[in-house]
Nanobody
Framework: QVQLVESGGGLVQAGGSLRLSCAASGRTFSTYHMGWFRQTPGKEREFVAA????????YYADSVKGRFTIARDNAKNTVYLQMNSLKPEDTAVYYC?????????????????WGQGTQVTVSS
């Protein structure tokens, strides 16, 4: 079992930056692939980025490629999402998620543990 708590959300102007953090409990964090997803009202949860359990592989949605960076620190049981050049369309609740699967997933159904989410609002 792993419990996830996101932080770092807030209000930022377009073009600005935010760094989200997701702290995990338990001693098995390093065995999970980690992902970031986002959701706006009335829409399905959308894949943003994922990182393999050792950090050697990363994946990004086309909409954030080149602007967002996912990273993890297994010694601190934390995964990060650095978001630069933010746009109003990045406004959403951002969730981190953990998956213990053989192949890293880019769909929400592949993840078994979720945080409570943190709101990111980008003003124009």
């Amino acid at each position: 079992q792993v419990q996830l708590v996101e932080s770092g959300g807030g209000l930022v102007q377009a073009g600005g930056s935010l760094r989200l953090s997701c702290a995990a409990s338990g001693r098995t964090f390093s065995t999970y692939h980690m992902g970031w997803f986002r959701q706006t009202p009335g829409k399905e949860r959308e894949f943003v980025a994922a990182i393999s359990w050792a950090g050697g592989s990363t994946y990004y949605a086309d909409s954030v490629k080149g602007r967002f960076t996912i990273a993890r620190d297994n010694a601190k049981n934390t995964v990060y999402l650095q978001m630069n050049s933010l746009k109003p369309e990045d406004t959403a609740v951002y969730y981190c998620a953990a998956a213990r699967t053989i192949v890293i997933r880019t769909t929400a159904t592949g993840y078994e543990h979720w945080g409570q989410g943190t709101q990111v609002t980008v003003s124009s």
